[in-house]
């Protein structure tokens, strides 16, 4: 009975313990790893390896961080993982595509996450999509889409390169054919230079920083979006086509991920201090006029959004009329 006793006031001790370890004294020795979903030099990519270094010394205990590329299936393959199969301790974080969020409401890929229980920590940037093609394809504009095809590359379900195409074909009746596989949007744009597909929809700000659009390789067609981004406001909108209100009402919610941005997103269950600790250093990185100049200096745009204001997005979108969604999944299901 004594030996019993001790034994249960040890555990007991020992789970106080745990409790009452502070962030700092988890995180000192450690090492964060921040796993993004595209492969090397992609634009997320990029951001990742900006925010790492910034934010390292920003993180209780100091933490070393190590920046991994987990390209797959558009993200898809690391969102997966990060609700199941990663540490769910604070160690581990990841940057996954903007659709990403939206894929258990909306996709047909085999999701195995719920985004209302992942804990977003928020985006550097808020970025519009575009689509663009090669000067010497027949497609050079957005009415030409409805009677021309278009041939472009296409990373993976959830990921702009793939739902832009395929929604845009299915609810506006826009000529699109995909060529999938590639394992990011950098991948599709050397494609286009060497002319194995015609063209991308992908981030604004990802095209803008590669040589086959500064180049002159490939023109913009359109803004992939409901409302024009001032930047672009000689380009058409692609919701300038809808021919109803169910059409509008399908893209307003399609679009909704542009407000989403690159989001980055930690696994369920991170004890709620570390979550605290991650999101208040993510943030402040974000405020730094350093990471500001890094972010220019590599052709990118900082246009942060918060962990709140990504949390209040997904809140709105699964919020969304049964009728609405049913009308987005169908197209979705029929471009897959």
Not at 15 to 37: H, L, M
Not at 147 to 167: F, N
Not at 220 to 247: C, H, K, M, N, W
Not at 268 to 280: M, S
């Amino acid at each position: 009975m004594f030996l019993r006793r001790a034994a249960a006031a040890l555990f007991a001790l020992a789970a106080f313990a745990a409790r009452a370890e502070t962030p700092a004294e988890f995180y000192r020795g450690k090492t964060i790893t921040v796993a993004v979903g595209f492969s090397a030099g992609d634009g997320t990519d990029t951001w990742a390896r900006l925010i790492a270094r910034r934010m390292a010394p920003r993180m209780p205990g100091a933490p070393q961080f190590a920046v991994v590329n987990t390209p797959g299936a558009g993200s898809l393959l690391l969102a997966n993982q990060l609700a199941n199969t990663q540490p769910r301790d604070g160690t581990v974080f990841g940057a996954v595509n903007r659709g990403m969020p939206f894929e258990p409401l909306l996709g047909v890929a085999p999701t195995q996450f719920d985004a209302m229980k992942m804990n977003w920590l928020g985006s550097p940037d808020r970025d519009t999509a575009v689509c663009a093609a090669r000067k010497d394809a027949a497609v050079q504009s957005l009415r030409d889409l409805t009677t021309r095809e278009l041939i472009v590359g296409s990373t993976g379900s959830g990921a702009d390169t793939a739902t832009i195409p395929s929604v845009l074909r299915e609810v506006l009746g826009l000529k699109f054919k995909m060529v999938t596989g590639y394992p990011g949007s950098r991948d599709i744009l050397l494609a286009i230079e060497r002319g194995e597909v015609q063209g991308i929809c992908v981030n604004y700000d990802s095209l803008a920083r590669e040589p086959v659009y500064g180049g002159g390789v490939a023109r913009i067609l359109f803004q992939a979006s409901s409302t024009s981004d001032e930047r672009l406001s000689r380009y058409p909108v692609a919701a300038e086509l809808a021919r109803s209100d169910g059409d509008r009402q399908a893209l307003a919610l399609f679009f909704k991920r542009a407000e989403i941005g690159r989001p980055f997103v930690a696994p369920p269950g991170v004890p709620a201090d570390r979550l605290a600790a991650l999101r208040q250093a993510f943030a402040d990185t974000l405020a730094d006029p350093d990471l500001k100049a890094d972010a220019e200096q590599a052709g990118l745009n900082l246009r942060p959004v918060s962990a709140a204001a990504t949390q209040a997005i997904l809140a709105e979108v699964y919020a969304t009329p049964a009728d609405v969604v049913a009308r987005m999944k169908a197209a979705f299901g029929r471009a897959n």
